[in-house]
């Protein structure tokens, strides 16, 4: 078993322990909220606003009802977090921004669309920035690594 260690930072990083706007989309990792050694993929293409959710093994989230699950949610509240509002809005090109403050509202102001995309690119990107994480001669626990439940969660 790997001890738990509670987050150093107030960010919900065990929840979304990865967001970027990066390739045109805004997509990250998110914790399952049930299952710990679960995490969905979940991605949102800029100006086609077409959204995706699955498992890092590529099955589908079973949130995704014809709208955007809260995966989708979770992952764009961090993303006005980290980035701010104004450039999420921009990177996404939200042509109606008013009154967008969090995950709720941005989606909101979109007309989205499901589409799959593959999970693959999306989760390695998310290893690597782990690995720019673990640094040599750092022996601070890192908050970005705590979801990791047990082995077997990285292949
Ligand atoms: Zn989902």
Redesign the pocket.
Known sequence: MVAVVPPARPRKLAKVPFVELADGRLQGV?SSGSDVERV?V?SLTASTHAYH?STNNNRP?G??RGAP????EALADEAVLQYGVERVVRYLRVADSEGVRNGRTLLERMETKHEPTPAAVVFSRFLRHLAYLELPDSTTALPELHWFPATGAVR
């Open positions: 998110v969905y979940s959710c989230c949130g995704l699950c809260k995966h989708l």
